[in-house]
C-alpha cells in the first residue's frame, strides 16, 4: 500500500502565495507521476499541476505563470509553489501519484489539504 501525505495547505490573504508539499512512502516500485488536483464546492475535480518521471509537466491554463512543481530525483516527493492568488484558487488540494507496481499501474491520492484565499 502507499500513502500520500500533504502539508501547506491553509488561509492566505489574495495576492500571496502558498507552498503545497506531498510525501510518498509504502510499497513504491516506480513513481510514474506526481501531481496536484483541485476541487472547489460544486466544481469537478481538476488538475493544477502533474510532472513525470522524466521530468515533463503540465499545469491547468489558469496555472501557468502562476505554479511551479518540483520533484527531486530519485525522492517520493513533489512540491507545489503558487504566487498571485486568487480567490478562485480557494479549493481542496489532493496529491495524487501514478505508481508503477508490475504487472499494474495504481493510481492514489491524498486526502487532501484545504486552500482557502480571502478577498
Known amino acids: 500500500q502507499v500513502q500520500l501525505v500533504e502539508s501547506g495547505g491553509g488561509l492566505v490573504q489574495a495576492g500571496g502565495s502558498l507552498r503545497l508539499s506531498c510525501a510518498a512512502s509504502?510499497?513504491?516500485?516506480?513513481?510514474?507521476?506526481m501531481g496536484w488536483f483541485r476541487q472547489a464546492p460544486g466544481k469537478q475535480r481538476e488538475l493544477v499541476a502533474i510532472?513525470?518521471?522524466?521530468?515533463?509537466?503540465n499545469y491547468a491554463d489558469s496555472m501557468k505563470g502562476r505554479a511551479t512543481i518540483s520533484r527531486e530525483n530519485g525522492k517520493s516527493t513533489v512540491s507545489l509553489q503558487m504566487i498571485s492568488l486568487t480567490s478562485e484558487d480557494s479549493a481542496v488540494y489532493s496529491c495524487?501519484?501514478?505508481?508503477?507496481?508490475?504487472?499494474?499501474?495504481?493510481?492514489?491520492w491524498g486526502q487532501g489539504t484545504q486552500v482557502t484565499v480571502s478577498s
Open positions: 495524487y501519484s501514478k505508481i508503477w507496481s508490475p504487472p499494474l499501474e495504481h493510481d492514489y
Open positions: 509504502g510499497n513504491i516500485n516506480s513513481i510514474l507521476a
Open positions: 510532472v513525470t518521471s522524466g521530468g515533463s509537466t
